[in-house]
């Protein structure tokens, strides 16, 4: 019996491009699960007849995020998955990132595509069958920086995904394989 390869594979790390067509941000390595959680949302219905037991249910949405555990960031990453933040130089070279406190600003506008593709040998797969594409996804870091002697420093970032307005598939979320 053949097996035809196809998303997800079973098991293995991956390699993640933000905005493949602008910043081409390769978001490895990585250190940990990276998970993306597309949830169906729904409000149920109700007769008082039935009392708690809901009678139907409406679909209200489908939010996705994609978590991305970056471990060893170097400060391009950092600034490109950090809202606001610029690098700045020091003896020549950029050594510091200045982070602002960010306040008011929409980001859907600045949502980008973000691939996922599994990794075999320190290899990211050229067959886009396997890739996982969202169409548009806006990073926010979660930062929780521990200072031990024992724990590796993972810098997450979460992706929130957006419904797409642009590819010609307006209000998909994301596909797996390529778009023909």
């Not at 169906?40 to 209200?60: C, L, R």
């Not at 020091?90 to 990132?97: H, N, Q």
């Amino acid at each position: 019996m053949t097996r035809q390869i196809g998303p997800p594979r079973d098991m293995g790390p991956c390699c993640i491009v933000w905005d493949p067509d602008g910043v081409n941000l390769d978001m490895k390595p990585t250190f940990g699960t990276v998970t993306y959680r597309p949830e169906d949302q729904k409000e149920d219905i109700f007769h008082d007849e039935h009392g708690v037991a809901p009678v139907d249910s409406i679909h209200t949405g489908r939010p996705a995020t994609l978590e991305v555990p970056m471990t060893s960031p170097n400060l391009a990453q950092l600034e490109a998955v950090i809202k606001g933040s610029t690098k700045k130089k020091s003896a020549g070279k950029y050594k510091i990132l200045w982070v602002p406190n960010v306040v008011g600003c929409a980001v859907f506008a600045n949502a980008k595509t973000i691939i996922v593709k599994p990794l075999c040998n320190q290899v990211c797969s050229e067959n886009e069958a396997e890739w996982l594409y969202i169409f548009r996804a806006y990073p926010f870091a979660q930062l929780e920086i521990g200072f031990d002697n024992s724990g590796q420093r993972v810098y997450n970032v979460l992706f929130t995904c957006y419904p797409d307005d642009v590819s010609g598939s307006n209000n998909m979320i994301y596909r797996f394989g390529p778009a023909s």
